[in-house]
């Protein structure tokens, strides 16, 4: 059993989607297995070239290796009273098309499954060279039939999914403690006037503690976990058996 700490560590802008400023919300939100965490709202503000610090993080409890986790982000230049569906729903949709996809998926040799599937552990499969970004939320806002006003747009949009198999072997490569990306979400072209296109890259991590001590009562306290009550509450919906408890 472990506890996972999925974090939206922060954006850096190296080119605004506007012609000075942007003005940027921030959606976040996680699922494991069947259990929704929902999402978090960040209003960044008026922000130009540079790091921008984000925190938005959701812990969760994993003890069978099969269990897939995934997380979704969106980043918004401008005015959401525009859009033609809110950022928690688009957010939502994201998440659980990624579940849908893992749970039909075939697992790796080792029992791995990913999503995007071959995203690798060094993130080259999530990462882009141009706006194909955008279709992970085309469908969901029908863009095709959606003009955005003024300077206005997504700015990056990702998911991404692993099972608890999955996560630990990229986090156990990187150290054993936490794996990061970073991607970059090159812009798309927006109206005349604004510019030219915005060019943004998203940092998060993936940090884990394991129950492997000696008293699980510590490292529930330490981790601000409770019973309500016994161990499968940590888990619920999912299989918890002692072999669980020590992996």
């Known amino acids: 059993m ?5 974090t939206l560590e922060q954006f850096h802008i190296d080119n605004t989607r ?9 959606q976040f939100g996680l699922r494991a297995g069947d259990r929704s ?13 540079g790091d921008h610090g984000v925190g938005l993080t959701f812990t969760t409890v994993i003890a069978d290796p099969a269990t897939p986790v995934a997380f979704s ?16 729903a688009t957010n939502d949709q ?3 098309a990624a579940i849908d996809a893992m749970r039909r998926s075939a697992a790796e040799p080792d029992g791995a499954v990913e999503y995007p599937a071959g995203s690798g552990l060094d993130g080259s499969g999530i ?10 939320i085309k469908d969901i806002y029908r863009l095709g039939q959606f003009l955005f006003p003024n300077c206005d747009g997504f700015v990056a949009a990702g998911t991404v999914g692993k099972n608890k198999t999955a996560w630990d072997r990229a986090i156990d490569v990187a150290g054993g403690t936490t794996y990061r990306q970073t991607i970059r979400y090159p812009g798309y072209d927006s109206r005349a006037g604004c510019g030219s296109n915005s ?11 394991r129950a492997n001590g000696p008293s699980l009562r510590n490292f529930l306290r330490e981790n601000n976990l409770t019973l309500a009550p016994g161990l499968r509450s940590l888990t619920p919906g999912e299989p918890l058996t002692l072999r669980h408890l020590m992996h």
């Not at 472990?2 to 999925?6: E, F, T």
């Not at 982000?73 to 928690?88: F, S, V, W």
């Not at 990462?127 to 992970?136: C, K, Y």
């Not at 060019?199 to 503690?209: A, E, G, M, P, Q």
């Open 94 to 96: 994201s998440i659980t």
């Open 199 to 209: 060019d943004y890259t998203v940092t998060w991590s993936i940090t884990r503690s």
């Open 37 to 49: 965490f929902g999402s978090r709202s960040f209003d960044a503000g008026d922000v130009n070239n």
């Open 127 to 136: 990462g882009f060279l141009d706006f194909s970004w955008l279709n992970v």
């Open 18 to 26: 506007s012609r000075h400023e942007d003005t940027d919300t921030v």
């Open 73 to 88: 982000y969106q980043i918004y230049n401008g005015e959401l009273d525009e859009l033609p569906k809110d950022l928690a």
């Open 2 to 6: 472990g506890v996972y700490r999925c």
